[in-house]
């Protein structure tokens, strides 16, 4: 039997599936939305106190994920956001400018973008508020 290259991998062999339409529906579970992420696992009293103390508008629809959730679960018309994006990265909504130019050039949608990402992000921002000088993504 050949050595893995990964140092931290196993020696048990996944089982070949029985049948190909067994191997059908194990792809077709591999490839739903949410599947191999975390359950998101915090309270809905954390989630309100969120909101509060980063005064999210209510139109902006705001929502407690479902109970065993995923950041992948978001419904239609919503999108998941990391908490330390508020909490940790001071990010607001409406989006300044610079963090929507940001996105935009590096054809991103926020929820690609992780905390150490957006924390780059608005140091930059800061950093160069700080010397008097406006960001711009040229400069990024």
């Known amino acids: 039997m050949a050595e893995s290259s990964n140092p931290f991998s196993t020696s048990v062999e996944n ?3 029985s049948s190909p339409v067994a191997a059908e529906e194990e792809e077709v ?3 739903a939305p949410g599947k191999n992420l975390l359950v998101l696992r915090w309270s809905r009293s ?3 106190m969120l909101m509060r103390d980063i005064q999210m508008p209510p139109e ?3 929502t407690y994920p479902q109970e065993g959730g995923t950041a992948g ?3 239609a018309g919503y999108v998941t956001m990391f908490t330390d994006f508020f909490r940790g990265c001071n990010l607001r909504l409406p989006l300044i ?3 929507a130019d940001v996105l ?3 054809k991103l949608h926020i929820f690609q973008l992780s905390p150490l990402g957006m924390i780059r992000v608005r140091n930059f921002e800061y950093t160069f508020h ?3 000088i406006e960001p711009i993504v040229r400069d990024f």
């Open 46 to 48: 954390s989630f309100e």
């Open 29 to 31: 579970e591999v490839n």
């Open 130 to 132: 700080a010397l008097g």
């Open 73 to 75: 679960d978001a419904p």
């Open 104 to 106: 935009e050039y590096y």
């Open 15 to 17: 089982p070949e599936p």
């Open 60 to 62: 902006y629809g705001a």
């Open 97 to 99: 400018v610079f963090v």
